[in-house]
């Protein structure tokens, strides 16, 4: 089974940028994974922000985007706000199989 | 609105069975991909299961295969999942959630989840 890997804990500044990766053990990420990002804070349940790559919800805020980059799938949250501390997800898909990553603590300080 | 009204958890012992379901609402069921995720307390997301297309195809983690059964039943709007062999690494919370289509596994609605106690 393949292992998708996230950076445990990254720090931005209030208005920074920061790129959040999402890669896959089996090699490049591609458009066939359909990469998900989802956002977590304490206590809610998940809510998607991204799917397939770099579409976006209705309730996905302007300053998030997705993308691939140097194989891996990416989340740059460009403009960072207070709210947007907490924990987030990508999801790749493996022939149908879902597999998270482990998470990503964003830390807005 | 989409809702979705995640029931059935609770305390179970290990090697015991339960059903959890999905009450879905403000979407035409039918027409969508369904799936589970579970979230062990303090841990990461896990895909658990998907139920898609016109066939009821089904998918499973490797961690559940052979014990959980996922189905629907468009008439009820509801989905399910039977989960037996229950074990302690099962605690979790249970989240349904709806697909962006009928062939989605992936999750994009997500409903409030049940939790489920797996005791030794």
């Known amino acids: 089974q393949a292992v998708v890997t996230q950076e445990p804990s990254l720090t931005v500044s209030p208005g920074g940028t920061v790129t959040l990766t999402c890669g896959s053990s089996?090699?490049?990420?591609?458009?066939?994974?359909?990469p998900y990002w989802f956002q977590q804070r304490p206590g809610q349940a998940p809510r998607t922000l991204i799917y397939?790559?770099?579409n976006k919800n209705s309730w996905t805020p302007a300053r998030f985007s997705g993308s691939l980059l140097g194989g891996k799938a990416a989340l740059t949250l460009s403009g960072a706000q207070p709210e947007d501390e907490a924990e987030y997800y990508c999801?790749?898909?493996?022939?149908?199989?879902?597999?998270f990553g482990g998470g990503t603590r964003l830390t807005v300080l | 609105e989409v809702q979705l009204l995640e029931s059935g958890g609770g305390l179970v012992q290990s090697g015991g069975s339960l059903r959890l379901s999905c009450a879905a609402s403000?979407?035409?069921?039918?027409?969508?991909?369904m799936s589970w995720v579970r979230q062990a307390p303090g841990k990461g997301l896990e895909w658990v299961s998907a139920?898609?297309?016109?066939?009821?195809?089904?998918y499973y983690a490797d961690s559940v295969k052979g014990r959980f059964t996922i189905s629907r039943d468009n008439s009820m709007d509801t989905l399910y999942l039977q989960m037996n062999s229950l074990r302690v690494e099962d605690t979790a919370v249970y989240y349904c959630?709806?697909?962006?289509?009928?062939?989605?596994?992936?999750?994009?609605?997500w409903g409030q989840g049940t939790l489920l106690t797996v005791s030794s």
């Open positions: 397939d790559i770099s």
């Open positions: 959630a709806k697909g962006r289509g009928i062939s989605a596994t992936a999750p994009d609605s």
């Open positions: 139920i898609i297309g016109s066939v009821y195809t089904t």
């Open positions: 999801l790749l898909s493996y022939s149908g199989i879902g597999i």
């Open positions: 089996t090699g490049a990420v591609t458009s066939g994974h359909y």
């Open positions: 403000g979407f035409t069921f039918s027409s969508y991909g």
